[in-house]
């Protein structure tokens, strides 16, 4: 007995706790409201599932317990029975596996508009990069790392001449305007988090990993780690600025980009660079400086 | 009784009794039969990784990560030997079953052992031509597959002389059984090799 | 004495002091009574562990002692242990072992030798995962899940010697487990007494089976895994290991896939969770069906569920990996077929309360912690769904949600199961009785317990609230009720753990001064509680094997004189 009414208040205990805990989704701040509505749907079909499951159980418990006089049924198979319950289970499966997939159908297909950025994980902070006037990011490879070129681009590379680094400022992003960001790690697994986004996705160092999304709303967010990388993980803190096109224009302009960088960089750093890019002779097609 | 059948079996009704157990295999058999899943399933999560490395240098831009190794004649060599042993076995297999002792087993064991001699040898030419271990994934997967595979071979030669020192006879049929299918993994691992 | 196996013409090997009796013995029982202390205790130093987390997480800054190092190492290790060392061992090695041979009509395994060496093993790979605390730099902090290239890098803790011993460990245990696992398969397969079909076994011998074959096929990756991680960091090789930025240095490893060591370890890791789930399945089965004096309720469906189960999850494992930078496109197969294995298991949980409905259900102890299980194992279940639906996925993967999830479903579920099993055949393994107020304050100080620590977590992984973090630090979804959940959280969890010392009072002193036990005190129709002794003696059936007439759950049949017919006994 004691056990029914356990789990009975426990059922209705955790519904009440579901209602007024002050924890739940933070606001989101992206276009991924269907991922949100997604989780609602599972949560709705699960959330009847278990009341209705676990009530069964209680009543069961209390009406079924042993007292003198009272015998169990002998009933080997039902499978009418069972075959009634696979259905419904199937159906109430199916019915939260469809708005799961659709939401990541969206999720794999980024728009063909979608500005490219790229955020940079190492032990333990994170830097960005934007492609600068030429909308194309330079290639970039762990084995051009120096200390001039801490995100490692390819300094022969054309492309990247203009791209803008940001090596320990803010991410900022534009209202409104769909992003594909590029992630790239310069040591070990790192996950991009930001929970106001809903997105995450794997760093991993060799290859290039992506997740697109479009920020909707303005203000200032916190970028977590949430792939364990060693001990710093939980300092592995960013923060990502999404505000109107025009301040994000502004804010632009005032960065500073891979070809300043090495216009700065005194001589002996670039051949250092150079050594670690095999270039033996600079193409003709492009000056230095 | 097909699998099916002794699956959907009502059990609760009286009709099922069987009380005969002789068509049972013996232990040895079936506990052969299910290490042979295990072997399969390692050594063809380790190729699937092999290829799966190999195929990877392209997409990440490492032109030349993956090179692979040469043929040398020992292989072949090697192979062959092991290829003997397993004959070997199966005359002894044949003997044990018409209830013969023979000298089989013995051969096939000393030819076992030549394999893993051969395959020292193998890994020695190879350090000797400079592919070594870490030097390239392609030499890690060879040495890795060679060494799981020869240390299955030595732990069925210390299994066949236990049971030649024990003259168990129907044993010896499990002993040729195993070297069979270590003969078909170490064949699947040469087309491997051979093929990239 | 002329006692032989089921149809085997090898004598049984008989001890001959007490030394092959009780350390190198190779009965069954003893062994199965090794592995379940053995991993018992090393269950108790994850136990440990846990509480020292909850101290850090619920009170951070109150253990100056606790450094984020130490906190990712009592992850890791807490993970780890409880997972293969703790929860494998024991329903396998342990149940496993003690159930198999005397559910089945047999007198021990098929291959008693082979079982020995497995506990011995098993042990040493315990020695060596414990060495682990003790080599410079400690124990490993990469997680349990020993994802390289970090597992092998600067800047995870032990990343030098303490992920050797790990690894090694690992490997060990492996292959402790594949001597285990061939025995428990044969024995199931091969040397079942007469009458015993396939179809007339309890369901604790078919999850235990079941889940022996999975680990079989299963634990194969997972030794692949650590012998190329092993030759990655002690030979320089790169399986696993990419060009990539170490200790301010680039490093000479080049091209190696850290996805690819993913792969290999969930393809070990997810039917890991069912290795240690069809056990506790089958075993509850059996405890609803006894203490509810009920057939189980659709036999058939539960054992093809079992088998579709154990085959479905090893096309699952990359529902692991929806973010782990794989191709996206795998998650559209991965999470239909992780949500098709739903149906099975919901069809499992619709037949344990289908069992207890119209039965005559008796509240023992047992019985309690398996009705536990069933709420337990609806919610970890539910929980899931959420999890292998990919892109509800995304913002909760390495969220406390997470966390929450895999502790209610793979956690306090099956460990509720033990519990339950412990209680249900402690007087048959000792032939004494525990204490039943005892018996009930362990059950609902654990079961509610376990309920407040992990229910709230749930919450805090949809907030946002990520996993392995020391501390939380300043962010802006956080907010300060966060840190009192957590406070209480902790309260919860050290109120848990102290709970359990009524259980190994309870245990340890009813072992001297319980009151003998019946042999059958549950009125269970099972073989092992036919036996001629309890407990059983060693060939566990005296002179004769024991032929079986009928299924395991005859139970309240109309027109018989008691409410249970023994297997062994003849139809009319
Ligand atoms: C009262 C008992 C338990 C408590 C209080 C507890 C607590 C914890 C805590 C605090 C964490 C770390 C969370 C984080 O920071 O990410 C954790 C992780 C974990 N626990 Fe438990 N735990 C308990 C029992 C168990 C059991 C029985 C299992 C068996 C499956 C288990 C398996 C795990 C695993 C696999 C991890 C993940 C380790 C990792 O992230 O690498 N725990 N537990
Ligand atoms: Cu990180
Ligand atoms: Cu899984």
């Keep these: 007995m004691p056990i029914a009414v356990a789990i009975a208040v426990l059922v209705f205990g955790s519904v009440a706790f579901h209602l007024l805990s002050p924890w739940w989704r933070t606001p989101i701040a992206s276009n991924w409201g269907s991922i949100d509505s997604a989780l609602d749907v599972t949560l709705w079909i699960c959330a009847a599932a278990f009341v209705l499951l676990n009530l069964f159980l209680a009543w069961a418990l209390v009406r079924y317990r042993h007292r003198p006089g009272h015998h169990a049924h002998y009933e080997p198979e039902n499978s009418r029975l069972e075959k009634r319950l696979t259905f419904w289970t199937a159906i109430g499966i199916a019915g939260m596996l469809a708005p799961g997939l659709a939401a990541w159908g969206k999720f794999v297909s980024v728009p063909k508009d979608a500005t ?36 490692g681009l390819d300094p022969l590379d054309p492309y990247g001449r203009d791209d ?126 | 009784m097909n699998l099916i059948a002794r699956l959907s079996e009502r059990s609760w009704e009286p009709a099922s009794d069987r009380l005969d157990l002789s068509h049972r295999p013996s232990a040895g058999a079936v506990g052969l039969a299910a290490y042979a899943a295990v072997m399969a399933v390692m050594f063809s999560l380790v190729m699937v990784a092999y290829v799966m490395r190999m195929g990877l240098h392209a997409a990440m831009g490492h032109a030349d990560d993956w090179v692979a190794m040469p043929h040398p004649p020992l292989l072949w060599i090697n192979s062959a030997v092991l290829v003997m042993s397993s004959v070997a076995w199966e005359v002894a297999r044949r003997a044990a079953e018409r209830g013969e002792a023979s000298r089989a087993p013995l051969l096939g064991g000393a030819l076992g052992l030549c394999f893993l001699g051969g395959q020292w040898l193998l890994w020695r030419h190879y350090q000797a031509a400079g592919y070594y271990l870490a030097s390239n994934p392609a030499n890690a997967f060879f040495y890795l597959l060679t060494a799981l595979h020869g240390v299955h071979i030595a732990g069925g030669l210390v299994a066949a002389a236990w049971v030649l020192a024990s003259r168990t006879l129907p044993h010896v049929r499990l002993c040729a059984l195993y070297w069979h299918l270590l003969l078909l993994i170490w064949m699947a691992i040469a087309v491997l090799l051979l093929l990239t | 004495m002329a006692t032989t196996l089921a149809d085997d013409l090898r004598p049984l090997h008989h001890p001959h002091s007490w030394v092959t009796r009780y350390i190198w013995s190779q009965d069954h029982k003893v062994i199965a009574i090794q592995y379940s202390c053995t991993a018992i205790a090393i269950g108790l130093v994850a136990l440990v562990l846990s509480a020292l987390m909850r101290l850090q997480l619920g009170f951070p800054g109150a253990f100056p ?28 090695g342990g149940f496993g072992n003690y159930l198999i041979p005397l559910m089945i009509g047999a007198r021990d395994m098929v291959f008693p030798f082979v079982n020995m060496l497995s506990y011995w093993f098993y042990l040493l790979s315990v020695i060596v995962l414990v060495a682990g605390f003790f080599v410079p730099g400690g124990p490993t902090g990469a997680g349990w899940t020993l994802y390289p290239p970090q597992a092998i890098s600067e800047g995870t803790p032990g990343h030098q ?24 398969v044969t024995t199931v397969l091969q040397a079942r007494t007469r009458g015993m079909t396939l179809m007339r076994m309890p369901l604790s011998v078919w999850g235990i089976f079941t889940a022996s074959v999975m680990g079989l096929l299963a634990f194969p990756a997972l030794f692949v895994a650590a012998i190329m991680m092993l030759f990655d960091h002690l030979a320089g090789t790169s399986f696993f290991m990419p060009t990539m930025q170490s200790a301010g240095a680039i490093t000479s490893t080049q091209g190696g896939s850290p996805l690819l060591f993913q792969h290999l370890f969930w393809f070990f890791g997810h039917p890991e969770v069912y290795i240690v789930a069809l056990p506790a399945f089958g075993i509850v089965s059996d405890l609803v069906s006894v203490h509810a004096r009920r057939n189980i309720f659709g036999y058939r469906m539960m054992v093809w569920a079992i088998v579709i189960i154990g085959a479905l999850s090893f096309l699952v494992w990359a529902h692991h990996m929806y973010v782990s930078g794989m191709n996206p496109y795998f998650g559209f197969f991965f999470a239909t077929s992780t949500l098709i294995i739903a149906i099975p298991t919901a069809i499992k949980v619709y037949n344990w309360m289908l069992t207890l409905w119209r039965g005559n259900i008796h509240m023992r102890v047992p019985m309690l912690f398996a009705i536990a299980f069933i709420f337990t194992f609806i919610h970890g279940g539910l929980s899931g769904l959420f999890l292998g639906n990919v892109s509800v996925d995304v913002p909760l993967s390495d969220t406390f949600f997470v966390v929450a999830h895999f502790h209610m479903v793979m956690g306090v579920s099956p460990v509720l199961v033990i519990f339950g099993a412990i209680y249900h055949w402690y007087p048959k393994i000792t032939g004494r009785m525990w204490n039943e107020t005892l018996g009930k304050l362990h059950f609902w100080i654990t079961f509610l317990g376990v309920y407040a620590i992990f229910l709230p977590m749930h919450y805090l992984g949809i907030l946002g609230v990520p996993r392995r973090y020391y501390a939380l630090g300043q962010a802006d979804f956080i907010p300060p009720s966060v840190h009192l959940a957590n406070q209480w959280i902790s309260i919860a969890a050290l109120a848990v753990f102290a709970a359990q010392s009524l259980f190994f009072f309870n245990m340890i002193w009813s072992l001297f001064r319980g009151p003998k036990a019946d042999p059958n005190p549950w009125g269970a129709a099972s073989l092992e509680w036919q036996t001629p002794q309890t407990p059983p003696a ?31 006994e003849p139809r009319a």
């Design chain 1, 116 to 151: 490219i950025i790229e955020a940079v994980g190492q032990q333990w902070q994170w830097s960005f990069r934007y492609p600068g006037p030429d909308g194309v990011l330079g290639a970039a490879a762990v084995k051009y790392v120096t200390p001039d070129n801490v995100l």
């Design chain 1, 164 to 289: 803008l680094l940001i090596e320990t400022g803010d991410l900022h992003l534009p209202l409104g305007k769909p992003v594909k960001i590029l992630l790239r790690s310069k040591d070990v697994l790192h996950d991009f988090y930001v929970p106001e986004f809903r997105a995450k996705m794997d760093l991993v160092p060799g290859i290039v990993t992506y997740f697109w999304m479009t920020p909707t709303k303005t203000g200032t967010f916190d970028i977590l780690c949430a792939e364990l990388c060693g001990t710093g993980h939980h300092q592995m803190r960013g923060k990502v600025v999404v505000e109107t096109p025009k301040a994000f224009a502004a804010w632009q302009a005032q960065q500073s980009s891979f070809g300043q960088i090495l216009a700065e960089a005194p001589p002996a750093a670039m051949s250092i660079l150079l050594i670690k890019a095999n270039a033996c002779t600079v193409p003709a097609s492009w000056s230095i400086r």
């Design chain 3, 65 to 92: 002692a606790i450094t984020p190092d130490n906190y990712l190492q009592f992850v890791s290790m807490h993970g780890m242990i409880m997972v293969v060392y703790l929860l494998t061992a024991l329903l396998l």
């Design chain 3, 161 to 184: 010697w303490g992920i050797v011993t790990m690894l090694v460990s690992l490997a060990i245990f492996v292959a402790a487990f594949t001597m285990g696992g061939l025995n428990y």
């Design chain 3, 538 to 568: 060693h060939g566990n059936w005296g002179p004769k094997l024991p032929i079986v007439y009928r299924w395991a759950y005859d139970y309240s049949v109309p027109g018989a004189e008691r409410d249970f017919i023994p297997q062994t």
